[in-house]
């Protein structure tokens, strides 16, 4: 890879909240109050969303949106799997984390033959499937979708066919069949769960870094163990939700928790983990500054970009001196 390439996507549509559309424009906003030119030093495309579908009725009770969800998600792939093929970095900024399983499916669709490890940095684990959902919401259900999974033996909700029609669709875009396997998904500080999931994540085996554990062992050793699960994996993807942050500083996000990270904890383990060389991806997601005051998510949120950014060039600039 060459460069990085900022992939815009503001779609919310699979949220609860509203407002994680304006979390790309409140990091622009952060960065202009900073004097940085963070935004002007790199090619961006930006990929439509379909946010205006929220003023209609949702015919979707278990899936919310899923048919315009669906719509974006095909654009999310289609914009990951050419940036890769051009041989950059994708760095993606999103509204709500639903677009993440887009962002996994063009990054197999990309590598088809390659296997894919996730770190999936959040307060939530997002493994419901519309079986399963208490809410409805698809920002909960991407990792399912990575996943091809249905979760069907604990299934609480009776689901309508054309719901389960466009599930399909999503558990099948890009590549056909499912992008990732349990045991090549880890959480860090996952923490808000349903029974459901934890239902999943003790069947499955998925490995958690509490925060606890996370404090004790430090960032740069929880990177080593990361990568020590991923140890049969071609290629790393990293999600950073901003809800991973201790709800004392994600105010402005629609799902805040308590007892997360702290933001040079957050630094610090996205530069540990950027710095390995199978990392090809990076997402950034679920800033909603509707719900902030002096936009300070947006600001520690760029501070954790800033970090993470740096040490992807970092490991390019590497790549390009020993490519040579």
């Known amino acids: 890879m060459r460069r990085i390439k900022l992939i815009e996507v503001r779609s919310e549509l699979g949220a609860g909240t509203r407002g994680a559309s304006l979390g790309i424009d409140a990091l622009k906003v952060a960065c202009l109050n900073k004097g940085s030119d963070y935004f002007r030093r790199f090619n961006s495309v930006v990929v439509p969303d379909q946010n205006h579908v929220l003023f209609d009725k949702n015919h979707f009770p278990y899936a919310k949106h899923i048919d315009a969800i669906y719509t974006v998600q095909k654009a999310?792939?289609?914009?990951?799997?050419?940036?890769?093929?051009?041989?950059?970095?994708?760095?993606?900024?999103?509204?709500?984390?639903?677009n993440a399983a887009a962002t996994l499916a063009g990054i197999k669709a990309a590598y088809p033959h390659k296997t894919i490890g996730v770190v999936w940095i959040d307060a939530h684990a997002d493994i419901h499937s519309p079986y399963t959902t208490p809410s409805g919401n698809v920002h909960g259900m991407p990792l399912a979708m990575a996943l091809g999974a249905d979760h069907l033996d604990l299934q609480r909700n009776t689901?309508?066919?054309?719901?389960?029609?466009?599930?399909?669709?999503?558990?099948?875009?890009?590549?056909e069949g499912p992008k990732i396997t349990p045991d090549h998904l880890v959480y860090v500080v996952v923490r808000d769960t349903e029974a459901e999931e934890d239902a999943i994540i003790a069947q499955k085996g998925i490995r958690n870094f509490k925060l606890d554990e996370f404090r004790a062992k430090g960032p740069r050793q929880v990177a080593r163990e990361i990568y020590e699960?991923?140890?049969?994996?071609?290629?790393?993807?990293?999600?950073?939700?901003?809800?991973?942050l201790d709800s004392r500083f994600s105010k402005?996000?629609?799902?805040?928790?308590?007892?997360?990270l702290d933001v040079p904890?957050?630094?610090?383990?996205?530069?540990a983990l950027l710095e390995n060389d199978r990392v090809v991806c990076f997402e950034m997601v679920e800033i909603n500054p509707t719900l902030d005051s002096e936009n300070t998510m947006a600001s520690n949120a760029f501070e954790i970009l800033e970090v993470a950014t740096e040490a992807i060039e970092e490991r390019l600039r590497l790549d390009t001196v020993t490519g040579r």
Not at 76 to 98: C, K, M, W
Not at 164 to 172: I, T
């Open 159 to 175: 689901v309508e066919p054309e719901t389960e029609f466009f599930w399909r669709r999503l558990k099948n875009l890009g590549e």
């Open 265 to 271: 904890e957050a630094k610090a383990l996205c530069r």
């Open 229 to 244: 699960q991923l140890r049969f994996c071609d290629l790393v993807y990293i999600s950073f939700d901003v809800d991973s």
């Open 76 to 98: 999310i792939a289609n914009s990951v799997e050419q940036t890769l093929r051009f041989g950059e970095f994708p760095l993606v900024l999103a509204g709500d984390h639903s």
């Open 252 to 260: 402005g996000t629609g799902t805040p928790v308590e007892l997360g």
